[in-house]
């Protein structure tokens, strides 16, 4: 029994001084970034280890749903016909999640190293269209009225990364963040000082 005290007074000891159960902080707020994404976003720590997760939506139109009724295009060879789509209301849902982890925390603020990733689907609503070329008129292309159908189109982007964050205490439960990540695509290009930024209330 004297075993089992002394154990758990020793343990109690270990986490009082970080070694084990180190204090969770947690925030709510905005956040802004390729490897982020942008939305609504949850961020914690817990010691010097943290994550961050991002979702975010939204809808606008393009207001290009209506074809118009002539194209002109211009290639080396023309094609009997061309397909092209008008697009309307289009839907943007991306969602990010990122691992952090501390260098330095004082009471001016947080220095971080992070690394993560962001998906973005955008979905398209609008018509679609054949053109067919014009009689004595190369690289040009009339529509034809009963080609024209609903669609929609659907587009799948990533974006993967990392880099280093400053997350400044502004007092009250604020914290603002500024993040410089490397960044790399779907298409493996690679982007660099395109900053990221977010403002969380840590409770």
């Known amino acids: ?10 343990l109690l000891l270990l986490a009082s001084s970080g070694g084990i159960m180190a204090k969770t902080k947690s ?35 393009d207001g290009e749903e209506n ?3 002539y194209y002109s295009a211009y290639y080396t060879s023309n094609p009997s016909y061309i397909s092209r789509f008008g697009e309307g209301k289009k839907t943007n849902l991306n ?16 220095f971080y190293v992070f690394a993560g990733g962001a998906y973005l689907l955008s979905i398209a609503h609008g018509n679609r269209g054949i053109y067919y070329p014009v009689t004595g008129s190369p690289g040009n292309y009339q529509l034809d009225p009963g080609s024209v ?14 880099g280093m964050g400053f997350e400044l205490n502004l007092g009250r439960g604020f914290r603002w963040a500024v993040e410089l990540p490397l960044t790399v695509n779907e298409d493996t290009e690679f982007t660099m000082y ?3 930024t977010g403002l969380y209330y840590f409770f």
């Open 1 to 10: 029994m004297k075993r089992t005290i002394t154990c758990i007074l020793l």
């Open 27 to 61: 925030g709510l707020g905005v956040h802004f970034g390729t490897v982020s994404a942008n939305g609504f976003s949850y961020r914690q720590f817990t010691g010097k280890q943290g994550f961050q997760a991002t979702l975010g939506a939204i809808t606008y139109d």
């Open 67 to 69: 074809l118009e009724p």
């Open 95 to 110: 969602a990010g999640l990122n691992y952090l982890y501390s260098l330095a925390d004082n009471p001016s603020g947080r």
């Open 149 to 162: 159908v609903k669609d929609t189109e659907y587009q799948h982007s990533f974006y993967l990364g990392g």
């Open 194 to 196: 395109i900053p990221q």
